[in-house]
């Protein structure tokens, strides 16, 4: 089945800790993006890639990291210079044209102790 | 400056009734994208439905239809015939001509439905 994979959905990290969250699609799409969500409110922004090698910072890029060396996957670190990282963190992909819409996979939960 | 803004923070809807959701966006670009998205309580978002600025027909897709307003900047949702499952979150989200893939996301509406 096609479609976007994110592990794992629950994750629990100590304060200082960098924590890798995986993101893994086989779409063939061009695109990914990661956006995080916390309670009552939508999602914003961290990095998106449109190529592989290549990526942007996005509204809210402190404190996180991403690569895109292969076009199925686009992991984001979140390091221990994000001031607040418990949240919901989902990750995206489109393959552009004209509505270019974007398609979700189930999220991560991250929480920080 | 908030693009989207979606004013209901929660409804209660009885099943088989329709319900609309409000949106209104503010953007200069005169090319740009309104989606919405249906997030229940697993968490994953669900993609429902596309308007692009240019389009001269209201986008539909099943029980969806979007109600489009362009000169008061509105892109309002509409469920038909709600069911049980309807129950979630909807996020109202925009897309500017100029930024690539970048959706801004309104804060969300509520949807309870009741038997």
């Known amino acids: 089945d096609g479609g976007i994979t994110q592990s794992p959905k629950y994750l629990f990290r100590k304060e200082g800790q960098n924590v890798t969250l995986s993101c893994e699609q086989n779409?063939?799409?061009?695109?990914m993006y990661w956006y995080r969500q916390d309670p009552g409110q939508g999602l914003r922004l961290i990095y998106y890639s449109q190529i592989v090698n290549d990526f942007q910072k996005g509204d809210i890029a402190e404190g996180y990291s991403v690569s895109r060396e292969k076009k199925e996957s686009f992991p984001l670190t979140v390091t221990s210079a994000q001031k607040n990282p418990t949240a919901f963190y989902l990750c995206?992909?489109?393959?552009?044209?004209?509505?270019?819409?974007?398609?979700f996979g189930p999220g991560t939960r991250l929480t920080v102790l | 400056a908030q693009k989207i803004t979606q004013t209901q923070p929660g409804m209660f809807v009885q099943e088989k009734e329709a319900v609309t959701l409000d949106c209104t966006y503010d953007?200069?670009?005169?090319?740009?994208?309104l989606f919405w998205y249906k997030q229940p309580s697993s968490g994953e978002m669900i993609f429902l439905i596309y308007?692009?600025?240019?389009?001269?027909q209201n986008a539909t897709e099943g029980r969806y239809s979007l109600n489009f307003q362009k000169a008061r900047k509105s892109a309002n949702l509409v469920i038909s015939a709600s069911q049980l499952g309807d129950s979630a979150m909807y996020f109202c989200?925009?897309?500017?001509?100029?930024?690539?893939?970048?959706?801004?996301f309104g804060a969300g509406t509520q949807v309870v439905v009741t038997p």
């Open positions: 953007t200069s670009d005169p090319s740009y994208g």
């Open positions: 995206a992909s489109s393959m552009g044209g004209r509505a270019d819409t974007q398609y």
């Open positions: 989200a925009m897309r500017e001509g100029q930024s690539w893939g970048k959706l801004q």
């Open positions: 308007q692009g600025s240019y389009d001269q």
């Open positions: 779409l063939n799409h061009d695109a």
